[in-house]
């Protein structure tokens, strides 16, 4: 079975920094590009970045410089580093599988941030 | 605001057709492909259509997507209670070099 599961998530000060992780199973991970997409309670989905399997990286224009995407491919992992959070990372992080579209989406770790 | 736009509501009936729009530009929707997907309540998001038409398998053929220029589409045929969700539409986008989401359109099945 294809599964993601995101661990890292909880409640982090103004400033401040989490590593979220997202554990690969079912599937040949170093295949696929991999994605961090967010939603904030209530509200939308949003994109926040992606590594490909030659490890190309991209950010959306909010995260870049502060937020960093890698992967582990013998560990089945993908991971997100986020430096310097501010009030409006606040949201749920998933971690999705994407080949063609978002085909594999984790259950979620919640990021909150607040003083 | 969302690069996409999507109405935030839509309703139907049991057995109705429900057609929700998505609208970009030039840059997303105009030149790349879109996908749907569907969101129950309390649950991740999951592919209902891939390159503007595609049904993943295991997606009823109630859904069907279409793209036309700098818009799309997704209609639901056979609309069911099951149906009452949130359906985002994405695509990317290359001038901001990311993908791009929809709003989201939340689904009432009266």
């Known amino acids: 079975e294809v599964q993601l599961v995101e661990s890292g998530g909880g409640l982090v000060q103004p400033g401040g920094s989490l590593r979220l992780s997202c554990a690969a199973s079912g599937f040949t991970f170093s295949s696929y590009d991999m994605h961090w997409v967010r939603q904030t309670t209530g509200k939308g989905l949003e994109w926040v970045s992606s590594?490909?399997?030659?490890?190309?990286?991209y950010y959306r224009g909010s995260v870049k410089g502060r937020f960093t995407i890698s992967r582990e491919n013998a560990k089945n992992s993908l991971y997100l580093q986020m430096n310097s959070l501010r009030a409006g990372d606040t949201a749920l992080y998933y971690c999705?599988?994407?080949?063609?579209?978002?085909?594999?989406w984790g259950q979620g770790t919640l990021v909150t941030v607040s003083s | 605001q969302s690069v996409l736009t999507q109405p935030p509501s839509a309703s139907g009936t049991p057995g109705q057709r429900v057609t929700i729009s998505c609208s970009g530009s030039s840059s997303n929707v105009g030149s790349n492909y879109v996908y749907w997907y569907q969101q129950l309540p309390g649950t991740a998001p999951k592919l209902l259509i891939f390159?503007?038409?595609q049904r993943p398998s295991g997606v009823p053929d109630r859904f069907s997507g279409s793209k036309s220029g700098t818009s799309a589409s997704l209609a639901i045929s056979g609309l069911r209670s099951e149906d009452e969700a949130d359906y985002y539409c994405a695509a990317w986008d290359d001038s901001l070099s990311g993908h791009v989401f929809g709003g989201g359109t939340e689904l009432t099945v009266l």
């Open positions: 390159r503007n038409d």
């Open positions: 590594i490909g399997t030659s490890g190309d990286t």
């Open positions: 999705a599988r994407a080949r063609d579209g978002f085909d594999c």
